[in-house]
């Protein structure tokens, strides 16, 4: 399994923090974001890489954080050649310009930088290996409907199987909602050229999921514990006050 961490956002709404400092580098609790997962994947089982896709912005800081990691597995930066909020190439388009420009020959993990968890994905990992060819993705109750609209909103039936998949619906249907958390058996990697070749929404991965779910049988594993979307000021102060 390779572990792929989307690092090539600039977090505009945590300016003026992140102007010179990409989210996933941001201390919380004595660690970097980015260093939390890294502590979270290697424990999954099977990990063989870990790709890390920036932006040009942000790459050199990247590359010098990878090179003073001691890991279990080679860690890869990557850059997408963007420079600016306005160019960016959004999480779906990060995911197949890695799959065009880099040998991915493996399941492939893929994780938000912004998110921040205290569980493991030991058992998500192992469900997910058991359903594949399938693709499997990470949820979350946040155990509010209004809340829920921010996001990608599910509902399963009793076996894991997606019912349903709204992205960022006015009306949620539930608070259960998806992650940017993703785990994509090599056998399904051809839908994410598929969905490229038909659509212009790329830059959120729930805009995939959302067609995917339409094509294929995905499922969903929800996820017990302390999560943050670190996407704004105050879930940024949040984390650092609960992850000391």
Same mark, same amino acid.
């Given at each position: ?7 090539? *956002? ?11 400092? +990409?989210?996933? %580098?941001?201390?919380?609790? *004595? ?22 896709? #920036? =932006? ?20 890869? !930066?990557? =850059? ?19 799959? =065009? $420009? ?6 492939? %993990? ?5 998110? %921040? ?6 058992? &998500? ?5 058991? =359903? ?12 509010? /409907? ?10 399963? &039936?009793? $076996?894991?199987?997606?019912? #349903? @998949?709204?992205?960022? +619906? ?14 994509? +058996?090599?056998?399904? /990697? ?22 995917? !779910?339409?094509?294929?049988?995905? &499922? ?10 670190? *996407?704004?000021?105050?879930? %940024? ?5 609960? @992850?000391?």
């Amino acid at each position: 399994m390779k572990v792929l961490i989307l690092a090539a *956002g600039y977090g505009t709404r945590l300016y003026p923090i992140v102007k010179n400092t +990409p989210k996933p %580098l941001l201390d919380i609790g *004595g660690k970097s974001l980015i260093d939390h997962l890294l502590d979270k994947v290697k424990t999954a089982g099977g990990l063989s890489e870990v790709i890390v896709v #920036t =932006n040009d912005k942000f790459y050199g800081l990247f590359h010098l954080w990878a090179k003073k990691k001691d890991f279990c597995a080679p860690v890869t !930066v990557i =850059n997408d050649g963007t420079s600016s909020p306005e160019d960016r190439l959004g999480s779906v388009g990060d995911i197949e310009f890695v799959l =065009n $420009n880099y040998v991915i020959d493996d399941d492939l %993990l893929v994780l938000g930088g912004d998110n %921040l968890f205290d569980y493991t994905l030991d058992d &998500y990992v192992a469900f997910a290996r058991k =359903n594949n060819p399938s693709v499997t993705i990470g949820l979350y109750d946040i155990h509010s /409907l209004k809340d829920a609209a921010r996001f990608g909103v599910v509902e399963i &039936y009793d $076996n894991g199987r997606i019912r #349903t @998949f709204e992205e960022k +619906p006015m009306r949620p249907k539930s608070s259960l909602i998806a992650m940017c958390s993703y785990y994509f +058996p090599q056998r399904s /990697l051809d839908l994410i050229h598929e969905y490229m070749r038909t659509n212009r929404h790329t830059d959120k991965a729930g805009d995939y999921i959302q067609w995917l !779910v339409g094509k294929a049988d995905v &499922y969903g594993f929800e996820f017990k514990g302390t999560w943050y979307d670190i *996407g704004s000021i105050e879930s %940024l102060k949040e984390a650092r006050s609960k @992850f000391k």
